[in-house]
């Protein structure tokens, strides 16, 4: 925006130019004199091209004679008392330094590096690359690739940089920078650097920053990788195609009848066998549905055991559904009702075991099942010995995986809260004059332990229905732990200020 001012050339699509071009009239950017609009004849071919070599000039650095040159016409304009184009040329000057500030030099000693980051999940990378030329970012490149194996993230490093410089030439810049950036040393660096090396003519490094200007620089580019991947996720995921391709691929590699329409998925959460919690999870159409999400406190377990509790959350949901089938003036918009095409369950042959024992058990035969398990991305389907292996290529695999992703992460969510709310009640347990209201006031008005630890007694005495005297009470109770203990709400563990 600020270098349009300067060199106002032509930005529009080709549908805008060509019904400018038609009705004789330029577009806002016209009348604002940010595009020279070309498309009604403002300007001629030739003058539209300076115009833009003059931006690609400045894009390459060389902004040192054009400035110069500005501030010779704004002083030839004021020496003519020409003021209100030098007032122009005068902005002009301030928007190209701003910009220049912008594009300031990111590495003080002029390095020339390619910097390499990637963004991974189990089916596919994001790989981003920045190309520093004299100090400065002159381009970069991106792309989303699909994962064919396990490779792990150095591995995917050194499979890049083979692919990135097989090439003889790429345009605009040298073929091999040297010094290539990357988040993780390739098992093959030293082998890999000798090549490069060789075919450059100069000596090439490749390492890993560990701090300074190098570090903050491969930040930038590793946040623009997950960036890259989360746009590319979203959009793979909102297309139509794509999503009837996927539910097509799963209906044919678990032998359903018809595609699922809607499939719930299941996931158990716990800390060492406490706060058991389950989530229920709704994609309809291959997309989610979050007003239909359910959330489940494991009450019939005790301890550590995914397979007892999945069998549990499975036949509460589906039993709740059958009452709510036999009861006619229960309010649909409550009910548990709609019956699913297709069960997920996180986990492999032990947990879907338990998912099937349960739907047997209730007498639910038409309503099919499968496990995604984590490691390598199996299908497990009900007694069957081996599991259904999907291409990793595969939409279908990416809708499960995304389905299963969802469904943890929301057991995930429920599980972090009771366990935060669980901990702060508990240190206060042995408070006198401490009852159950009172514990749960401090919980909603502080939310965590490391908050109310934190809290003055004053402080405390301002939560309703606290005094002075009940507040030091508390803040005893909580100074019994030894000096920086304090406890990670997300994980549980005791921790230390060091």
């Known amino acids: 925006d600020l270098l349009l001012r300067v060199f106002p050339m032509r930005s529009c699509s080709a549908g805008t130019f060509r019904n400018a071009t038609q009705t004789g009239r330029p577009c806002l950017l016209g009348y604002i004199d940010k595009c020279s609009a070309p498309c009604v004849g403002s300007v001629s071919a030739q003058e539209h091209r300076e115009i833009v070599a003059d931006f690609c000039q400045f894009m390459a650095g060389r902004s040192g004679p054009m400035m110069k040159r500005l501030e010779s016409r704004m002083s030839a304009a004021a020496a003519n008392l020409e003021y209100e184009k030098a007032g122009r040329i005068r902005d002009d000057l301030a928007a190209l330094k701003q910009a220049s500030e912008r594009n300031a030099i990111v590495l003080p000693d002029g390095t020339d590096a390619d910097v390499v980051a990637l963004a991974e999940d189990p089916l596919e990378v994001a790989v981003q690359i920045f190309h520093v030329r004299g100090g400065r970012v002159r381009g970069e490149r991106g792309w989303v690739a699909d ?29 091999i920078p040297r010094e290539i950036l990357v988040p993780a040393e390739p098992p093959a660096a030293q082998a890999l650097s000798r090549v490069l090396t060789e075919r450059r003519g100069a000596a090439v490094t490749i390492r890993v920053p560990q701090r300074g200007t190098k570090r903050t620089l491969l930040d930038t580019v590793q946040r623009n990788a997950g960036e890259a991947l989360i746009r590319h996720k979203t959009k793979r995921a909102s ?79 589906f039993r709740r559904m059958l009452d709510d089938q036999a009861d006619e003036t229960a309010d649909a918009s409550r009910k548990f009702t709609y019956k699913p095409a297709l069960v997920v369950v996180d986990g492999g042959p032990p947990q879907v075991a338990a ?63 009771r366990r935060s709310k669980t901990m702060v009640e508990s240190v206060l347990d042995d408070v006198p ?56 709400t997300a994980t549980g563990e005791v921790v230390t200020d060091g």
């Open 239 to 317: 297309d139509l195609t794509t999503r009837n391709r996927a539910l097509e691929e799963i209906q044919q590699a678990i032998d359903l009848s018809e595609v699922p329409l809607r499939i719930e998925c299941y996931d158990i959460s716990n800390l060492q066998g406490t706060e058991v919690v389950a989530s229920m999870v709704v994609f309809e159409d291959g997309l989610p549905r979050k007003s239909e999400y359910r959330r489940f406190v494991i009450k019939g377990v005790e301890g550590q055991n995914d397979v007892a509790s999945m069998h549990e959350v499975i036949t509460r949901r």
């Open 433 to 488: 004059g401490l009852g159950e209201v009172r514990r749960k006031a401090l919980t909603k008005h502080f939310g965590s332990l490391k908050k109310l630890r934190a809290a003055t007694v004053e402080e405390v005495a301002l939560v309703p229905g606290f005094g002075r005297t009940t507040a030091e009470a508390v803040k005893a109770a909580l100074g019994e732990t030894s000096p920086g203990e304090a406890i990670n």
């Open 355 to 417: 998912a099937h024992d349960a739907l047997a058990q209730l007498g639910i035969t038409d309503v099919a099942l499968c496990g995604l398990a984590k490691r390598l991305e199996e299908v497990w389907l009900p007694e069957d010995e081996y599991p259904v292996i999907l291409p990793r290529s595969s939409e279908g695999l990416y809708l499960l995986q995304r389905i299963r992703d969802e469904a943890h992460r929301f057991a995930i969510g429920h599980h972090r809260g």
């Open 147 to 175: 994962r064919v194996d396990d490779a792990d993230s150095s591995e995917l490093v050194e499979s890049f940089l083979q692919q990135l410089y097989n090439d003889e030439v790429r345009e605009g810049f040298e073929v």
